[in-house]
């Protein structure tokens, strides 16, 4: 089964920008990359979405380079609230199934 | 516009005892999910539906689990019997178009399951 990879996890200070970067070798050619942020107790909650390129919201960016074998979501200016599990979703290459990664547990500090 | 619905929200029980969980997906949404959470992981597909029919359902452990969406808008997942290592948070989620291109998935709070 296709993996997708991302630092186990990250720190950070308020105001700063932060970078989390995914891996997915086997992405399929018609899918899609999607980063999540899921708080305790909470299920995942949608944060972005591109195909290639860069994708921009009023809360993140999304860089995709041609190759789409990774992605890396940023989170400009960071708050307390933004301490999260970040996990990014794409299309497993064969199946289409949907694969959550290891997931990024940043933790942003005063 | 209403979210994911599931209940109970926690549950404990003992080994080789049975549990069922409920999922009432956002109005309108064709496709369902239920992934299994463990504590320290990323969520993990168990099953998908588009609307009343299976889609994938590979890494169910059909042994002990099952899951049904009569109607195809509720949906229900049962354990029996459970084992210590069913304990997970099982997640309920639901996406309008269902196709794997977009990944937009609305996830509910989830159901805590304590096997002791």
């Known amino acids: 089964l296709a993996k997708t990879t991302q630092p186990i996890s990250m720190d950070s200070y308020e105001g700063q920008e932060v970078n989390i970067t995914c891996s997915h070798n086997n992405i399929a050619t018609n899918d899609y990359i999607t980063w999540y942020q899921q708080f305790p107790s909470q299920g995942p909650r949608f944060i972005i979405q591109?195909?290639?390129t860069k994708v921009t919201n009023e809360v993140a960016s999304l860089f995709i380079p041609a190759d789409r074998k990774s992605s890396t979501l940023s989170l400009p200016r960071v708050s307390l609230s933004d301490t999260a599990v970040y996990y990014c979703?794409?299309?497993?290459?064969?199946?289409?199934?949907?694969?959550f990664g290891t997931g990024t547990r940043l933790q942003v500090f005063p | 516009e209403a979210g994911v619905a599931q209940s109970p929200r926690y549950k404990i029980i003992e080994k080789r005892q049975s549990v069922a969980f409920w999922c009432n997906p956002i109005s309108g949404h064709a496709t369902l999910y239920w992934y299994q959470q463990i504590l320290g992981q990323g969520p993990k597909l168990l099953i998908q539906?588009?609307?009343?029919?299976?889609?994938?359902d590979s890494q169910l452990p059909k042994d002990r689990f099952s899951a049904e969406r009569l109607k195809g808008v509720d949906s229900t997942l049962k354990i029996q019997p459970a084992k210590l290592e069913d304990s997970a948070v099982y997640l309920c989620?639901?996406?309008?178009?269902?196709?794997?291109?977009?990944?937009?998935?609305?996830f509910g709070e989830g159901s805590r399951l304590t096997v002791l």
């Open positions: 989620a639901s996406s309008f178009l269902g196709v794997a291109d977009t990944g937009e998935l609305f």
């Open positions: 591109g195909y290639k």
């Open positions: 979703l794409v299309g497993e290459g064969n199946t289409d199934k949907l694969i």
């Open positions: 539906f588009q609307n009343n029919g299976v889609v994938d």
